[in-house]
Every structure is written in C-alpha cells, then in structure tokens.
C-alpha cells in the first residue's frame, strides 16, 4: 500500500503517545544490505555490571523474500520509489527490581516482568529522498507465561549467581498487541565516513504506548543505508550514537496489563515518568556476509523512586 506518511506520523507525535522498544533491530545504523538474512540479538545488564530493570532481552529476526506473503503485511505502511523487505522475529524481554535475592514485594521498585512475542516488519526505503521508514506489529504475551522466572532462574543457577526469588510477584498474564512505525530521514553524509540521522518512533498498544524523537550518527567506514551503490564497500567497521527523547503514554511492564487488573504490585499512573532521555551507542563490523554489533544502553529513570537503567548487547547475524 503506498502511502504519505508524514500526516499520520505527525499526529501520532501529537498527543502524549511519545520510550524507545528495548531491542530495536529496525533503525538505520542496524541496516542489512541483503533480502536474505539472520541475526541474533542479545541484551544482558551484565554487561553494564548491574541486575536490576532490564535486565535481558533477546530476538531471533529472519528477512527472507518468502514472507512477503505474510497476511500481517498488510498493516503496514511505505514510502513511494520504496524497496521493501519484509521480515519475522520472536522477542523476549524481561524486568527485576533490585533486589533479586528477596521474595517480598519491592515497594517503590520496578515490578518483577516478562514479555514473549512474535513480531512482523517491514523496512521500506526510499533511496532518492533518503528516507527510511519501518512499520512492525507485535503478537504476544507478558507474565508468567512469558517464562521470564525460569529464564532467569535457569541462568543464575549456570553461572553460580544469586538465585531470584521475587518472580512470585511479577505482572500478570495478559496479552500483547502493539504497532510500531518510526521514520528516518538523512541530513548529512561526508562520504563514507560520517553520517546523520533524524529519527522518530510511535507505537501503540496493550504493552507500550509511546513515541521518540531524536538524532543518530554514523562515524567510521560506512556504507549508506539510503542508496544503492554498486561500488560500494564490502568491508564496513564504524561507531554509532543515538540520542533520544521519549514520552511514555503507557507501560505495562510498570503498570500492569491493560486487561488483568490483578497483579501484585504496580507503579501506579501518577509515578511515571513521562518524559525520559535514551542514549545508545557502540560498534559495527560487517562484511559481505556476516554481521557483528556490540551496544550499550543509558535510560533515565522511568519513575519516581527508580534509578536509572544500563545496559549493554551483541548482535551477530548472517546473509544467505
């Protein structure tokens, strides 16, 4: 469906709509140039030293010519003179207060949380207005049934670590039916060395319902994610920064399920924080076939007794 997209992304920016998704395998600097490929990606808060908020997440994504054919693309939308890909990933995320080891309701800390879900995309790309935009619909479940207890459980006990007991706790089963979209556009390019992007995200539903703004930039040797260009370099190794500004609507992680009302322990509504800051960064390497990613996350607090969360990822994927 070819479509303007620049009304619908401004009213959806609007209203209070407006945090980034934890595992965000869409934005440009993540770019894949293949119709055909696969990538793990993994975040720990390990990595930042801590155990607390988020404290993991992963995705298993596949972009293959074969899922154009998936009946959830036709949710989305695309920008005229655009290539499209379209793809499948399973997402899993998980949340803990601070204090892993106690089996008591943590008042004034984060919930105990987990979210499982199947996630279609669409990565359409307007190489002439060098315009990126991307629309994704998520289909799942957070609570117990998301098997965040045993996850976490299973790891600590691997790795002789503190055993958590607080799952008893966590947000309820309900269920997860979100849209995304976010638009890209480049401002300036200096070669293949330096790049910058505006960026901004909405999405909405029974999980997250808010929406970013913000800058991305590209530093190294680095292939453009809005052209095609023969000539271009089979070889790329380049830094990355991403500055946002998010307004939260809505977060069940920290709110409950917007249907099952009877969990434990909540955040209640008036100790969100409504507007957070997100810093990422980190590292690229990619050939020809293969793919390599190490990041790290800074979120400010996203309520009132928090702290702010960090953490860190790898991201390792292949063409076929």
Request: hydrophobic residues 35%; charged residues 20%.
């Amino acid at each position: 469906m070819k479509y303007n997209p620049f009304p619908a992304i401004l009213f959806l920016l609007i209203p209070c709509l407006i945090s980034a998704q934890k595992i965000d395998n869409l934005v440009s600097f993540r770019n894949i140039k293949s119709d055909s490929y696969f990538r793990f990606n993994y975040d720990n808060d390990y990595f930042s030293g801590t155990d607390e908020n988020y404290t993991q997440g992963y995705s298993l994504e596949l972009v293959a010519p074969f899922l154009e054919k998936n009946p959830a693309n036709y949710l989305f939308l695309s920008l005229k003179n655009s290539e499209v890909k379209y793809g499948l990933a399973i997402e899993h995320i998980g949340f803990t207060a601070p204090d892993i080891g106690s089996p008591e309701i943590q008042i004034g800390d984060r919930p105990f949380a987990a979210a499982i879900m199947l996630k279609s995309f669409a990565i359409t790309t307007d190489t002439l207005a060098k315009s990126r935009l991307t629309s994704s619909f998520n289909l799942g479940l957070i609570g117990p049934g998301a098997f965040g207890k045993e996850m976490q459980v299973g790891i600590h006990k691997i790795t002789g670590n503190t055993i958590p007991r607080g799952w008893k706790n966590q947000i309820k089963n309900d269920v997860v039916l979100n849209y995304k979209i976010a638009y890209e556009k480049q401002l300036f390019r200096a070669g293949d060395y330096l790049s910058l992007q505006s960026n901004s995200t909405a999405q909405l539903g029974t999980l997250f319902t808010n929406a970013s703004i913000g800058l991305n930039t590209n530093i190294g040797l680095i292939n453009s994610a809005f052209s095609v260009n023969n000539r271009e370099s089979k070889f790329q190794l380049y830094g990355y920064s991403q500055v946002l500004g998010n307004i939260i609507g809505y977060d069940t992680t920290l709110q409950g399920g917007v249907f099952n009302k009877d969990s434990p322990y909540t955040i209640p509504s008036e100790e969100i924080t409504r507007l957070t800051g997100q810093f990422n960064y980190g590292f690229i390497l990619k050939t020809r076939t293969l793919y390599f990613e190490y990041s790290r996350t800074v979120l400010t607090r996203e309520f009132e007794t928090g702290t702010p969360t960090k953490w860190g990822g790898i991201r390792i994927g292949f063409t076929f």
